[in-house]
């Protein structure tokens, strides 16, 4: 069961990026505005949050298992320990919603 869950998930994240790479490629991204076509302000806020939560998860658990623990330092502060990836989560995912949110508007 696990391994049919992990194939399933898999296959379903290499189309995604698939249509995403294609999309990209030619400056045209009908899948999201099919996504975000909806006029129901409380959907699009759902799938704004399930998007941008996607690539914030990818990031954080890409840079946390190649390297050691994140640590940084920002306007005097540092941050170690288990701050470190909570706030560069919380920095791309606000990054990534924003993107969103200005190409909504845009079309």
């Not at 294609?22 to 998007?51: C, H, M």
């Amino acid at each position: 069961m696990s391994w049919t869950l992990a194939i399933n998930i898999a296959v379903f994240i290499c189309v995604g990026v698939i249509g995403a790479v294609i999309d990209w490629y030619f400056a045209r991204f009908p899948r999201l505005e099919a996504l975000t076509s909806t006029k129901n302000p409380l959907l699009q806020a759902i799938v704004v949050v399930g998007i941008s939560a996607i690539p914030a998860i990818a990031l954080v658990f890409l840079l946390t298992s190649t390297r050691c623990p994140l640590e940084f330092s920002l306007l005097g502060m540092k941050f170690k320990g288990t701050s470190g990836p909570i706030l560069l989560w919380i920095a791309t995912f606000v990054s990534v919603a924003a993107v969103i949110l200005a190409f909504l508007a845009a079309s």
